[in-house]
């Protein structure tokens, strides 16, 4: 009993420190990009034309209508330039997070910094827990600045117009859904888990990618290439495997 109480211990202080660590590490990189992101994303908003208070409907379609738009072309074209930027950066965001969280755990468990990190008293399971966290953090607070970034793209709009127009049509859009038996909160439900699910599975396949590549000495990047290639054919294998799914047939309201 005794030897059994001295091997037991709390893992979450130690999945705690390494969290703390890869924060810092990554913070430098990241926060500053995100901060970068929502700037531009109010600078674009504040550029952009003022909108009318109507928002007219037509055909099922939202309509907005710029105002003096042929009297503000430098204005109208600084908007542009700034949202082409915005784009820009929106991607870079995107794709300098996934890199990020990729470089910190190859540089932490399999290059220089692994002959530090696994000398220390924390087991292999608390590492790749508070790596898996970290990582699943970073993806979440992407997709927050990014999607309000976006919305300051549009914060001279009409917004209270137009989130007026929406919820009328979302008794409309209900009655749709129950003709396939769904609700408008299993749908939301539903996407939430697809999300997290995604997440989990774009950061496992960080972590083996990386893994797999390191066995190799030579040629990592066509290594990393063909694993992705590898992986995502077995994954589409698997997904086959799924009851009631044909792809030939996929109704994707119903499924």
Request: hydrophobic fraction near 50%; charged fraction near 15%.
């Amino acid at each position: 009993q005794i030897n059994r109480r001295n091997t037991m211990r709390n893992p979450f202080p130690k999945i705690g420190k390494v969290i703390k660590y890869d924060f810092k590490h990554s913070s430098r990189r990241l926060l500053p990009l995100y901060a970068a992101l929502l700037v531009l994303g109010l600078l674009t908003g504040l550029f952009a034309e003022p909108v009318k208070n109507d928002v007219s409907l037509n055909e099922n379609h939202y309509e907005w209508h710029m105002s003096s738009s042929d009297e503000n072309f430098s204005r109208e074209m600084t908007f542009g330039l700034l949202f082409m930027a915005f784009m820009a950066l929106s991607i870079t965001t995107i794709v300098m997070t996934v890199t990020s969280i990729s470089r910190r755990f190859s540089q932490s468990m399999l290059e220089d910094e692994a002959y530090l990190n696994l000398s220390l008293p924390v087991t292999m399971g608390e590492h790749l827990w508070g790596k898996f966290i970290m990582a699943f953090g970073w993806m979440f607070c992407c997709c927050i600045i990014t999607s309000l970034s976006g919305l300051l793209c549009f914060i001279r709009m009409d917004l209270p117009s137009i989130f007026h127009q929406i919820s009328e049509s979302i008794p409309e859009f209900e009655d749709t859904l129950a003709f396939y038996g769904m609700s408008f909160g299993r749908i939301i439900g539903l996407a939430i888990m697809l999300s997290i699910a995604f997440a989990f599975f774009i950061i496992t396949l960080i972590f083996v990618v990386n893994a797999i590549s390191h066995l190799f000495k030579k040629s990592k990047s066509l290594v990393k290439f063909l694993t992705v290639v590898i992986l995502f054919w077995i994954n589409g294998w698997l997904f086959k495997l799924v009851p009631n799914f044909d792809s030939r047939e996929f109704d994707v309201a119903q499924q």
